[in-house]
């Protein structure tokens, strides 16, 4: 049955993977140009500055002509492509065979439901680990093609780490929603409504002073940027991420052990 | 007009609650967040008022543009962009893939009614619901700049600025089409929704970020850019007859794909 799962999830795997290589892999292109026309100090003038008035000119409070910085611009889309994955993925553990009409066939097979989901729900989880590693892969990658100066090799770890948690975020976040919800092609609308709003909240997040209010409800801003490229892990938001999700998937297992089958 | 009273009918609270979100996030930004732009003017000119005068003289012009309400409209615009986008994506895949996913097409298609004519009547519900928002849109827009700005008149930069989420609109209309003609199954509609959105801006963006002129062509999102109205007047004629070129051929290989393609029933 793993087996099974692994096959179907296989094509948007490589999809996803794909979009992931040629972020980082064509992202870096314009670094050499920005590092051999050489820099000036922008830092001094963003300190002056607002938050807003960043946002406008296209930056926010990073040295983009420093590797570092530049480097955590281009995770910040890799967060957006691997939250889409994720809630892919939690929808197809939870939901994929009822949209298909198959998981009748499934579950007359004398396997517990609880051991269908775990089985499920292991392999999204497999695949999200891999797409996190191969994050770290193809920056080194990258970095290491375009012979880019500088060791930024902890900060690759971080972010690894950072998009790990996303996604497992919203994996479960997704997985819950589709199970709980009755018809469950409506739950992973409601899980991607719910990252658009938090991505909505980032955008306002990054642009207002005051913004700490928000910053329980912007998974995005666990981990500002800030301060992870000045080295900087506040390991406390790990916690956060995982008392979420533990409490996303009890809720998943929980409504996925007592669904109804109503065929249509 | 059965057809096309039903196809309005199926993409009506689509249409209605887009409307809503796309204008609210429109009042957000315009409303809630131009007056502290506006405020943070004075402290940007401090910094600059160290520099030498000469430079000073260059840069002030500058200044003024970026501190505009069209400036800040334009920045707006990347978030109402993507936003108008998918639903325009929202709207197209549901009109053609609507039946697909409910594997009911071959009840459709044994009606007295071509294949060509369904698709067109399809295609007319889908762009009046565009036109009914972008109307709306505009009518807001009007009101919001009239407020604004001290000399406001409705001259071609207000057009063209105020147009760009329908010409946007138009490309992503056919994209979604492609996307519901091609496919084998539909299994829902959120998933494709937001990944063509929201993939189309990351391209954008990255696309932007490398600074590369001749990419353009590939990301959806700066075929008709605000910004370049702001600081030049005028779309990039280039980029236009990208955006032609890829919707007509998105519509037509739809039109394709609709009227011939053998229907598989799962």
């Not at chain 1, 008035?53 to 480097?71: C, H, I, R, S, W």
């Not at chain 1, 375009?146 to 950072?162: A, E, K, M, T």
């Not at chain 2, 492609?178 to 937001?194: D, E, F, S």
Request: net charge neutral; aromatic share 16%.
């Amino acid at each position: 049955m793993i087996k099974q799962e692994l096959k179907n999830n296989r094509n948007s795997f490589i999809g996803f993977t794909l979009g992931l290589g040629l972020l980082l892999m064509g992202g870096f292109v314009k670094f050499l140009s920005l590092a051999e026309s050489g820099s000036m100090d922008v830092s001094e003038l963003m300190a002056a500055f607002p938050k807003i008035v960043l946002a406008v000119f296209g930056m926010n409070q990073l040295d983009v002509q420093t590797l570092e910085g530049y480097y955590a611009i281009l995770e910040n889309y890799v967060l957006v492509l691997v939250i889409i994955y994720a809630i892919k993925l939690g929808y197809n553990a939870v939901a994929r065979e009822l949209a298909d009409h198959t998981e009748a066939f499934l579950f007359t097979k004398p396997i517990k439901r609880k051991t269908i989901l775990l089985n499920k729900l292991s392999v999204g989880f497999f695949f999200l680990i891999l797409f996190s590693i191969l994050n770290g892969v193809f920056s080194k990658l990258a970095i290491a093609a375009y012979g880019i100066d500088g060791q930024i090799n902890q900060l690759i770890l971080y972010y690894s780490v950072v998009v790990f948690f996303n996604g497992l975020l919203f994996f479960a976040l997704s997985a819950m929603c589709c199970a709980v919800i009755k018809r469950s092609e409506r739950g992973s609308t409601i899980a991607y409504a719910v990252f658009f709003i938090t991505y909505l909240m980032t955008v306002i997040y990054d642009l207002i002073e005051n913004g700490r209010v928000l910053k329980f409800f912007v998974p995005l801003r666990y981990f500002e940027s800030v301060d992870l490229v000045s080295g900087n892990f506040k390991s406390l938001w790990v916690l956060m991420f995982i008392v979420q999700t533990v409490i996303f998937i009890t809720i998943c297992f929980y409504a996925f052990i007592r669904r109804d089958l109503n065929e249509n | 007009m059965n057809v096309y009273r039903f196809e309005i009918k199926n993409i009506l609270w689509t249409f209605m609650i887009w409307t809503i979100i796309i204008l609210a996030v429109e009042m957000i930004f315009m409303i809630g967040l131009f007056p502290s732009f506006k405020e943070s003017e004075d402290a940007v000119m401090a910094v600059f008022n160290n520099f030498p005068s000469q430079l000073l003289k260059s840069i002030n012009l500058e200044i003024e543009t970026f501190f505009s309400f069209e400036g800040f409209y334009a920045f707006a615009y990347i978030y109402v962009g993507i936003m108008s986008a998918m639903m325009a994506v929202s709207l197209s895949i549901r009109a053609f893939g609507h039946e697909k996913k409910s594997h009911c097409q071959d009840f459709l298609m044994t009606k007295p009614i071509t294949r060509a004519h369904l698709f067109n009547i399809k295609i007319v519900a889908v762009l009046s619901a565009i036109i009914c928002f972008n109307i709306i849109f505009v009518g807001a827009n009007l009101l919001l700049f009239m407020k604004n700005e001290a000399q406001f008149g409705i001259d071609s930069e207000f057009i063209l600025l105020v147009g760009a989420p329908f010409l946007t609109q138009l490309v992503f209309l056919a994209l979604g089409m492609l996307y519901a003609t091609q496919v084998k199954h539909i299994r829902n509609y959120a998933g494709p929704i937001v990944s063509i959105g929201l993939g189309a801006y990351i391209i954008t963006a990255v696309v932007q970020l490398i600074e590369k002129e001749a990419l353009k062509v590939i990301a959806p999102f700066s075929y008709f850019d605000p910004n370049r109205i702001v600081t030049e007047g005028m779309y990039d004629s280039r980029l236009i007859v990208a955006a032609c070129v890829l919707t007509f051929f998105c519509m037509g290989k739809s039109y394709i794909n609709y009227t011939k393609k053998e229907i598989i029933e799962a």
